[in-house]
């Protein structure tokens, strides 16, 4: 699954249990891991995840501006 991202970054999942963040330039820059418990992600449960992990990070940010 790759998800678009603002300024040409792509969010990549294939499969497993971690989500990669790619540069535009086709290089990764950072990656993730979620749901280690469990022997199989569903496509699904990698959505649920990416979702989470975006609203952590954009309230991590909103708690650094107060």
């Known amino acids: 699954m790759r998800i678009q991202l603002a300024h040409g970054y792509t969010a990549e999942w294939n499969g497993g249990h971690t989500?990669?963040?790619i540069h535009p330039s086709g290089e990764a820059v950072s990656c993730w891991t979620f749901d280690y418990s469990k022997n199989k992600?569903?496509?699904?449960e990698a959505l649920?995840?990416?979702i989470k992990h975006e609203e952590l990070l954009a309230q991590e940010a909103q708690e650094a501006f107060i």
């Open 19 to 21: 989500w990669n963040y």
């Open 41 to 44: 992600i569903s496509q699904t």
């Open 48 to 50: 649920e995840a990416f």
